[in-house]
């Protein structure tokens, strides 16, 4: 069974400082999503990750996918308050089931972010 | 706009009325699945579906049915509410992946569904 696994699941930061956030899963994958989630809202897609290697960058974040150590990071750099929500990582796969090839995600825990000024 | 509308947004009920949540989708989307989302726990799928006709579970699928009767629509209806359901639900949908190898379109998620059950 996939497991998805994300650390640290609160983050505080100070304005400007750099950290990241991890994305362990257990098995093979070929796609892995970021989602950024305010509070009562629904999830934004930040970036979809295919392949080993794969390094996708927007404004202050950047998300990175090594598949064979199984893991997706998402850094920030010189963090701001508006950065501040809950980040998800999330595996895609596709697997057979009776009524043929079906895709599966699968979420981790997610991480809150909070950015102190 | 393509989109993924559910309704309602938020809904308070008490244990044991029977309720429906819809979900809808204008983008011609095979796939469509919801999800419960809980504080620590992230976001588990319930049941799925891979076209019309085509429904089966998901992680957590006690307590919860669906039905797939037109592509669209993607409803969950709940028979005998309890309080352990009371949750932030999302529905989502994509293309099939044969359809989108690429990734192009990865997956649409509605608003959400607040739910209350006491």
């Known amino acids: 069974e996939l497991k998805v696994e994300q650390n640290p699941l609160f983050l505080s930061m100070q304005e400007g400082k750099n950290y990241t956030i991890y994305c362990n899963y257990s098995?093979?994958?070929?796609?892995l999503y970021w989602y950024r989630q305010d509070p009562g809202k629904s999830l934004e897609s930040l970036f979809v990750l295919l392949s080993n290697g794969a390094v996708k960058q927007e404004g202050r974040l950047m998300a990175s996918l090594d598949t064979k150590a199984r893991l997706s990071t998402l850094h920030i750099t010189a963090a701001v308050h508006d950065l501040s929500a809950t980040y998800f990582c999330a595996v895609d796969r596709v697997y057979m089931n009776y009524g043929g090839a079906t895709n599966k995600l699968i979420f981790g825990t997610g991480t809150l972010l909070a950015v102190q000024p | 706009e393509a989109q993924v509308t559910q309704n309602p947004r938020y809904l308070i009920t008490v244990t044991g009325k029977k309720l429906t949540v819809t979900c809808s989708q204008n983008m011609n989307h095979e796939y469509m699945s919801w999800y419960r989302q809980d504080p620590g726990l992230g976001l588990r799928q319930i049941y799925y579906s891979m076209n019309v006709e085509v429904t089966d579970k998901g992680d957590v699928p006690e307590g919860y049915k669906v039905s797939r009767k037109e592509k669209r629509n993607f409803p969950l209806i709940l028979e005998s509410p309890s309080p352990n359901q009371t949750s932030l639900y999302f529905c989502a949908s994509s293309l099939s992946r044969y359809r989108d190898s690429q990734a192009n379109y990865g997956y649409t998620f509605g608003s959400g569904t607040r739910l209350t059950v006491v």
């Open positions: 098995t093979t994958s070929d796609r």
